[in-house]
T-cell receptor, first 116, second 115 residues
Framework: GAVVSQHPSRVICKSGTSVKIECRSLDFQATTMFWYRQFPKQSLMLMATSNEGSKATYEQGVEKDKFLINHASLTLSTLTVTSAHPEDSSFYIC????????????FGQGTRLTVV | AQSVAQPEDQVNVAEGNPLTVKCTYSVSGNPYLFWYVQYPNRGLQFLLKYITGDNLVKGSYGFEAEFNKSQTSFHLKKPSALVSDSALYFCAVRARNSGNTPLVFGKGTRLSVIA
């Protein structure tokens, strides 16, 4: 299947600093990518839809100024957690699909963010 | 609106026994249905999908799922469970002709296979 690569897999940062997470589609072009957040023992919560060449679409309750999304190319989307706080500690996952609605989504490996 | 229900938070099964992880869905029109598995601190891995045709879909690692339109269900099954099948399983739905929209996930079911 298609490959989506996410980096880093694990990051620890200090409160108040910013962290950038990268999501790459390695063998297909993705005009749209999705960012999820997963709390322990819970399902995935869709945070935002990343659109190549345009602004991201954020889900209700997600602060766009805190979670900056940039989709500068057809194979790369980045999520930057700005001014991180301990409550931002979570598992962040990106996904992309190489086709239309009948195509499965492929997921990155996830990023475990710990803010201390 | 689309939704997925996975009624069981946890399923325990003995190694070698058959396993079933339940999923029901709600969507306008006909659905595309998916199953994913997640191991600790990892992303989701695709197992199988139902698009059209045969209601019984076979996927990776010996898993299969049966689409039942009248019951709006898509239960995941495996004839003989392995300890290595222990993981978190997610069912997901997407409406047809919805384009490249995000999948709608159930809350997940933790499968524990006991040796």
């Amino acid at each position: 299947g298609a490959v989506v690569s996410q980096h880093p897999s694990r990051v620890i940062c200090k409160s108040g600093t910013s962290v950038k997470i990268e999501c790459r589609s390695l063998d297909f072009q993705a005009t749209t990518m999705f960012w999820y957040r997963q709390f322990p023992k819970q399902s995935l919560m869709l945070m935002a839809t990343s659109n190549e060449g345009s602004k991201a679409t954020y889900e209700q309750g997600v602060e766009k100024d805190k979670f900056l999304i940039n989709h500068a190319s057809l194979t790369l989307s980045t999520l930057t957690v700005t001014s991180a706080h301990p409550e931002d500690s979570s598992f962040y996952i990106c996904s992309a699909s190489p086709g239309g609605s009948n195509t499965e989504a492929f997921f990155g490996q996830g990023t475990r963010l710990t803010v201390v | 609106a689309q939704s997925v229900a996975q009624p069981e938070d946890q399923v325990n099964v003995a190694e070698g026994n058959p396993l079933t992880v339940k999923c029901t869905y709600s969507v306008s029109g006909n659905p595309y249905l998916f199953w994913y598995v997640q191991y600790p601190n990892r992303g989701l891995q695709f197992l199988l999908k139902y698009i059209t045709g045969d209601n019984l879909v076979k996927g990776s690692y010996g898993f299969e799922a049966e689409f039942n339109k009248s019951q709006t269900s898509f239960h995941l099954k495996k004839p003989s469970a392995l300890v290595s099948d222990s993981a978190l399983y997610f069912c997901a739905v997407r409406a047809r002709n919805s384009g490249n929209t995000p999948l709608v996930f159930g809350k997940g079911t933790r499968l524990s296979v006991i040796a």
